[in-house]
């Protein structure tokens, strides 16, 4: 048995464990860094672009001896929309709707269980709070005006 197994847990306990090292955030008065947000988590986090751990250029890449005009000639270019040979956007987007739709909603409310292979919805109307962002993508199409 380890010691851990040994002492007894009082559940009860309140107060924070400060075993594994400070428990709270520092206020914006004890950092040098002033973001002017009352919550410092708010502010979040942004990564690195690439590993810390890794060299740029690797110690491979410099016995190569390569030039950096013979490392830009071996890159890829970057696929525009622009770009007449890109194959984007080939056709117009004649089938987008002029208007959003609203809240979609399953026509059994979802309440069974689904046999079609297709996903079907009802536009039930502007929801109370914004649309997330699969329904803010999804447009109403007149057949009328648009004969597919």
Do not use: C
């Amino acid at each position: 048995m380890s010691e851990y197994d040994d002492r007894d847990i009082d559940e009860t306990d309140t107060t924070p464990d400060v075993s594994d090292g400070v428990q709270e955030q520092l206020t914006e008065g004890d950092t040098l860094e002033r973001t002017g947000l009352k919550d410092q988590l708010d502010e979040g986090y942004s990564p690195p672009d690439r590993d810390p751990h890794i060299d740029v250029p690797t110690q491979a890449e410099e016995e190569a001896g390569l030039s950096l005009d013979e490392l830009l000639s071996a890159e890829e270019p970057d696929v525009s929309a622009d770009d007449p040979r890109s194959g984007l956007f080939d056709e117009e987007g004649e089938e987008v709707g002029d208007s959003r739709s609203g809240r979609l909603v399953s026509s059994d409310l979802g309440e069974y269980e689904d046999t079609e292979k297709e996903l079907w919805g009802e536009d039930v109307g502007i929801d109370g709070a914004a649309a997330s962002a699969e329904e803010a993508a999804v447009h109403v199409i007149d057949p009328e005006a648009n004969e597919i």
